[in-house]
């Protein structure tokens, strides 16, 4: 599963943006009690014993934490309302944050690539890890995966973006401290190379991470539609709205968690303008009730009637014709 799935269901009528934002905050917030408690002991303990794999697991769970810092900034601000500057309100600011922790696991991962390659091009220096690292890694490894399920059953629920990130941050961190265990096991057994490869794993894993992330948030940023599915379903609702139809031209853009969406619906051509208003902004309502839709700008056109959005513009008088 990619870690921006969200769930099966494309229409979202039960959860307000406030409701949302609580969500959030409240599992970001035990994730934040989480890596503070694992970075510690990871950190200490890869110190106490001589394991490099484990302190990198260490700075994986404090980039977590730095993560968890960004997903509250961005979701205090994104709940601003909508003002002369941001006529869509402020939702984008998630966007950016998912851009800004990709960025920072991208800086993370590269340390730890640095600082294993080193220990590679000098193996003889690699000290004998003591086991006690392997209790940390137990905890860790339990830890992060309940963590994981946790917060992506919220994030799921809510539909938040930004929250199924975090939450795949977390499995990653997950991974990494599988790995980790692996190195330190085969240090143990006579093979010390084994712990900065582990080291050096857990740092390929958390950039890719971060490029992932990042690569993501800013195809966003550009007014990257959302799937087709979720067109379709949005489409779906048009159709069924009574007096309508026909619908084209359904364009979307992310904003945030939410959607943009534009669309033209036809009508009978033959109703009052004002008929033909009423229908749109009832259409307008379904879509906004049934689905993740912050705005939905409608364009009303005649059904079965020349669509002048459609014809070619004509060549003025004089004016020279293809050659």
Same mark, same amino acid.
């Given at each position: 599963?990619?870690?921006? *799935?969200?769930? $099966? $269901?494309?229409?979202?009528?039960?959860?307000?943006?406030?409701?949302?934002?609580?969500?959030?905050?409240?599992?970001?917030?035990?994730?934040?009690?989480?890596?503070?408690?694992? &970075?510690?002991?990871?950190?200490?303990?890869?110190?106490?014993?001589?394991?490099?794999?484990?302190?990198?697991?260490?700075?994986?769970?404090?980039?977590?934490?730095? &993560?968890?810092?960004?997903?509250?900034?961005?979701?205090?601000?994104?709940?601003? $309302?909508?003002?002369?500057?941001?006529?869509?309100?402020?939702? %984008?600011?998630?966007?950016?944050?998912?851009?800004?922790?990709?960025?920072?696991?991208?800086?993370?991962?590269?340390?730890?690539?640095?600082?294993?390659?080193?220990?590679?091009?000098?193996?003889?220096?690699?000290?004998?890890?003591?086991?006690?690292?392997?209790?940390?890694?137990?905890?860790?490894?339990?830890?992060?995966?309940?963590?994981?399920?946790?917060?992506?059953?919220?994030?799921?629920?809510?539909?938040?973006?930004?929250?199924?990130?975090?939450?795949?941050?977390?499995?990653?961190?997950?991974?990494?401290?599988?790995?980790?265990?692996?190195?330190?096991?085969?240090?143990?057994?006579?093979?010390?190379?084994? *712990?900065?490869?582990?080291?050096?794993?857990?740092?390929?894993?958390?950039?890719?991470?971060?490029?992932?992330?990042?690569?993501?948030?800013?195809?966003?940023?550009?007014?990257?539609?959302?799937?087709?599915?979720?067109?379709?379903?949005? %489409? %779906?609702?048009?159709?069924?709205?009574?007096?309508? &139809?026909?619908?084209?031209?359904?364009?979307? %853009?992310?904003?945030?968690?939410?959607?943009?969406?534009?669309?033209?619906?036809?009508?009978?051509?033959?109703?009052?303008?004002?008929?033909?208003?009423?229908?749109?902004?009832?259409?307008?309502?379904?879509?906004?009730?049934?689905?993740?839709?912050?705005?939905?700008?409608?364009?009303?056109?005649?059904?079965?009637?020349?669509?002048? *959005?459609?014809?070619?513009?004509?060549?003025?008088?004089?004016?020279?014709?293809?050659?």
């Amino acid at each position: 599963m990619h870690f921006n *799935d969200l769930a $099966d $269901d494309t229409e979202d009528t039960q959860h307000s943006p406030a409701e949302r934002a609580a969500a959030a905050s409240r599992s970001t917030w035990v994730s934040v009690a989480v890596n503070i408690v694992l &970075s510690a002991a990871q950190i200490g303990m890869g110190i106490v014993s001589k394991s490099q794999a484990l302190i990198a697991d260490g700075l994986h769970s404090l980039s977590d934490l730095v &993560s968890d810092v960004v997903v509250l900034f961005a979701g205090h601000h994104s709940k601003k $309302d909508a003002d002369a500057d941001h006529p869509y309100g402020h939702q %984008r600011f998630e966007t950016a944050a998912s851009l800004a922790l990709g960025v920072i696991l991208l800086a993370v991962g590269g340390g730890m690539l640095w600082s294993a390659a080193g220990k590679l091009q000098s193996p003889e220096t690699i000290p004998q890890v003591h086991a006690s690292a392997l209790w940390v890694v137990g905890i860790a490894l339990v830890a992060k995966e309940t963590l994981f399920r946790y917060m992506l059953a919220a994030a799921k629920r809510v539909k938040s973006s930004l929250l199924v990130a975090n939450a795949w941050h977390a499995r990653s961190d997950a991974a990494s401290s599988l790995v980790v265990g692996i190195g330190i096991i085969g240090n143990l057994a006579g093979y010390p190379i084994l *712990d900065p490869i582990a080291a050096l794993i857990v740092g390929f894993m958390v950039a890719r991470m971060g490029w992932e992330f990042g690569w993501d948030a800013m195809h966003d940023l550009m007014d990257r539609a959302v799937d087709a599915q979720e067109v379709e379903a949005i %489409r %779906r609702t048009l159709v069924d709205t009574p007096g309508v &139809s026909g619908v084209h031209d359904v364009r979307t %853009r992310k904003m945030g968690d939410m959607i943009v969406v534009d669309a033209h619906i036809e009508v009978d051509g033959c109703i009052t303008v004002e008929a033909g208003h009423d229908i749109a902004v009832n259409a307008r309502q379904r879509v906004l009730k049934r689905h993740r839709v912050l705005n939905l700008m409608t364009h009303v056109d005649p059904w079965r009637r020349p669509d002048l *959005d459609h014809v070619p513009p004509a060549t003025p008088p004089g004016a020279a014709g293809p050659r």
